[in-house]
């Protein structure tokens, strides 16, 4: 607990009703299997909220919304083409591209042919499509340094340390759900 918590564990200046305790489940309490899935199952369907409000907000599909945040996350990995896209979607070559023409078109992304081999397309995300994300996803990053400064910086490790586990898991599981070859 941190100086700035009072005795029950809620964080200083905490809104009124507000519970930072997960909900205790039948296997074990706050830390049971139950309670992280029924807060990760919260967490997700409230930024799958926030994208679909901001696909509909910028006349795009939610499928766009997920693109794009490929496109922003893959760069950092190197260049995302189509055929990447397409594999981390699962969806079809003419859906993908349809998809590429909206998000250019609204100004979201742009592409460009690779310098050695001019077949391949890499896709960056445009800087107007980032500055309309970035305004649009602000109140998002200051909620997070909010809840991010009630945690100590170890408390936050052993957060990240999850969440980097939880989405190599997932990963796994989307790639051999069943021990098995990947889904298509």
């Known amino acids: 607990m941190r100086d700035s918590d009072d005795p029950t564990g809620k964080p200083a200046g905490e809104p009124a009703g507000a ?8 296997d074990g309490g706050p830390t049971g299997l139950q309670a992280f899935a029924v807060l990760l199952r ?10 679909h409000d901001f696909a509909q907000s910028h006349g795009l599909h939610p499928t766009d919304v997920q693109a794009l945040v490929e496109i922003l996350d893959g760069g950092r990995d190197g260049p995302v083409t189509p055929g990447l896209l397409r594999e981390r979607l699962q ?3 003419g859906a993908v591209t349809a998809c590429l023409d909206r998000l250019e078109r609204a100004g979201h992304i ?14 960056h995300y445009a800087p107007r499509g980032r500055e309309v994300a970035r ?3 602000r109140p998002l990053a200051r909620a997070t340094d909010t809840v991010r400064q009630r945690f100590s910086d ?4 052993a957060v990240v340390r999850f969440l980097a586990a939880m989405n190599e898991e997932l990963a796994a599981l989307r790639h051999h759900p069943d021990g098995g070859p990947p889904r298509r």
Do not use: C
């Open 91 to 93: 969806l079809t070559s």
């Open 42 to 51: 919260r967490m997700n369907g409230e930024f799958s909220r926030m994208a």
């Open 110 to 123: 742009r592409r460009t042919r690779d310098s050695a081999d001019r077949r391949i397309v890499h896709l």
């Open 135 to 137: 305004e649009y996803f």
């Open 154 to 157: 170890a408390e936050l490790r």
């Open 19 to 26: 519970s930072t305790e997960p909900p205790a489940g039948p």
